[in-house]
């Protein structure tokens, strides 16, 4: 076991080394980033049409992003889980990443429409969630996250 | 190899709201990096995690490589029956992680 | 001599009554902060923006809770020809290994030598179970590591400096205050003389070493405080250090005795 853990352990120390390089690799540097437009046609696809409205959909995640390596967020959607009325899809997209696809959650009728997860953010941008609920109108919220480039390394 | 950590309160009152919080040990290798010879490092991440109570869907996600290591996905549910509560994630390369809890709903 | 100072003044920018970033809330006097300061000492816990400090508080959102239950596993895994685990001679971490974490680096006699955590677990693992020792930053040497310190939780870092140990304290003294690398900076230039201000947007701690290993966010892991001092050494353009040098142990002892006072909080949670 010990020898698997550290074949895994060399082969990281390459891609992630301990050097300057390492930074730039992790942040994503020279990759284009997608676009406002390929978020909408994005979305568009993941709702089925339906054009999201603003509300019900909010999105807690820092004002700075200590590392974009790891934002930490909460999406909590103002409505039911009832079966006649709930959250069926929760969709979350970074539209200054390389893809804007981040995460998509599905839900049932049952507990509250919340979820924490972490995301990686390669700079500065939007991050927007689209609710779809059970009606199949889609909402959305979103919120600019500030994320912290060139600090130290190690 | 991964190992998943689950938690929740697991003797409920019935009608009660439940956190389930996860967590995986995976490193989440985006498809986006490059080695240090420019070439790109293929992706290999959890794509898929599902909750199942007696085999029937409670919630699940679809992951991309904008997913941070080690994945944490907490959500709610609702108490109303007691059970075996099933968490599974999927890795790109065909590997299955999965861990199993009773829930007893009193 | 002239260009280096322009170059320190540079780099050194207090962004006082800039908008562009306001440092995360500390206030001394919150009773909530108590447990992250002694006298005018502060954990990087107060230096975090509040989503990292609710990452560390939670078991169940810190992320280094998975190492912490593959150290668990291990304690009671029997390996080597010895056919040993820790919990053969140790008993049960919850009540033996209380206060362990909390003492070093420290001399050790059989080692002849000071020799930190990680070094004390691969002797045990040598000696007594016939195992080969885990190789530095390895998975099962940080898992281990972080579960035997945790254990140590609250109590206060707590290590010996005179005796024995009086010449690697003053190695690593000494490495504290040398500069070094292209930018030629020493430790005390960022963690002594200017913690509270930036160097472009990093907020510089006092560099205490107290919450180590540690889950960073950059990382996406845990790791350990050599890998941190290595980051910063490059950082700086320096050579680094190998991970479990007699270099990085002698200035770890110096920076536990830095730190002394403040309370074990591994696994933190850094950014």
């Known amino acids: 076991m010990s020898q698997d853990v550290n074949s895994d352990l060399s082969r990281r120390g390459v891609l992630l080394g301990m050097g300057a390089g390492a930074a730039a690799l992790a942040l994503m540097p020279s990759v284009a980033h997608a676009t406002r437009e390929e978020a909408n046609d994005a979305f568009a696809k993941l709702t089925g049409g339906a054009k999201p409205q603003a509300g019900k959909v909010t999105l807690k995640l820092p004002e700075i992003a200590e590392n974009g390596n790891t934002v930490p967020f909460t999406v909590v959607v103002d409505n039911p889980m009832t079966e006649a009325n709930y959250v069926k899809a929760i969709h979350v997209m970074a539209e200054g990443n390389p893809a804007p696809g981040v995460v998509s959650y599905f839900l049932q009728p049952t507990g509250k429409a919340e979820v924490y997860g972490r995301m990686r953010l390669a700079k500065t941008q939007d991050v927007r969630a689209v609710a779809v609920l059970s009606d199949g109108s889609a909402w959305e919220g979103k919120k600019e996250v500030k994320v912290t480039i060139g600090g130290c390394g190690g | 190899m991964p190992t998943p950590k689950v938690k929740f309160n697991e003797t409920a009152a019935k009608g009660e709201i439940l956190e389930i919080k996860t967590m995986i040990d995976h490193d989440m290798e985006s498809g986006q990096r490059k080695d240090k010879d420019g070439k790109l490092i293929p992706r290999k991440i959890v794509n898929k995690f599902i909750c199942t109570l007696n085999g029937k869907e409670l919630f699940h996600a679809e992951m991309h490589g904008a997913v941070s290591a080690n994945p944490a996905t907490n959500f709610f549910i609702t108490a109303t029956e007691s059970g075996t509560m099933e968490f599974k994630w999927f890795d790109d390369d065909g590997s299955v992680y999965a861990i199993s809890r009773q829930l007893t709903v009193n | 001599m002239k260009t280096s100072l322009i170059a320190l003044a540079a780099l050194f920018v207090a962004l006082a009554g800039s908008a562009a970033q306001a440092d995360p809330p500390f206030d001394p006097k919150d009773p909530k902060m108590a447990p992250y300061i002694s006298g005018d000492k502060r954990s990087g816990y107060t230096f975090a923006e509040p989503e990292t400090r609710a990452m560390q508080d939670d078991e169940f959102l810190n992320p280094a809770s998975l ?185 770890e002892l110096y920076l536990a005795w830095r730190a002394q006072g403040l309370q074990v909080e591994t696994p933190s949670v850094r950014k």
Not at chain 3, 95 to 103: A, I, L, T, W, Y
Not at chain 3, 146 to 160: A, E, L, N
Not at chain 3, 179 to 188: E, F, I, P, T, W
Request: contains cysteine; charged residues 25%.
């Open chain 3, 67 to 251: 190492w912490v239950e593959k150290g668990e596993a291990l304690w009671t895994k029997p390996d080597g020809k010895a056919n040993r685990s820790c919990s053969s001679c140790h008993g049960k971490a919850e009540d033996n290994m209380k206060g362990v974490g909390s003492v070093y680096p420290k001399y050790d006699i059989h080692a002849g030598t000071v020799i930190n955590l990680e070094q004390r677990i691969n002797m045990c693992r040598e000696k007594h179970m016939a195992a080969t020792p885990w190789k530095y930053e390895s998975e099962p040497l940080l898992a281990m590591t972080t579960f035997v310190k945790m254990q140590s939780r609250g109590m206060p870092v707590q290590v010996q400096i005179d005796g024995p140990a009086v010449s690697y304290f003053e190695n690593g003294r000494r490495f504290y205050y040398e500069r070094r690398g292209m930018n030629d900076l020493a430790c005390k230039h960022c963690h002594e003389d200017n913690w509270g201000n930036h160097v472009r947007t990093e907020l510089l701690s006092q560099g205490m070493t107290n919450g180590f290993p540690t889950y960073r966010l950059k990382w996406q892991k845990l790791g350990s405080l050599h890998r941190r001092l290595a980051g910063c050494n490059e950082e700086i353009r320096a050579e680094p250090y190998p991970l479990g040098s007699r270099e990085y142990v002698d200035l």
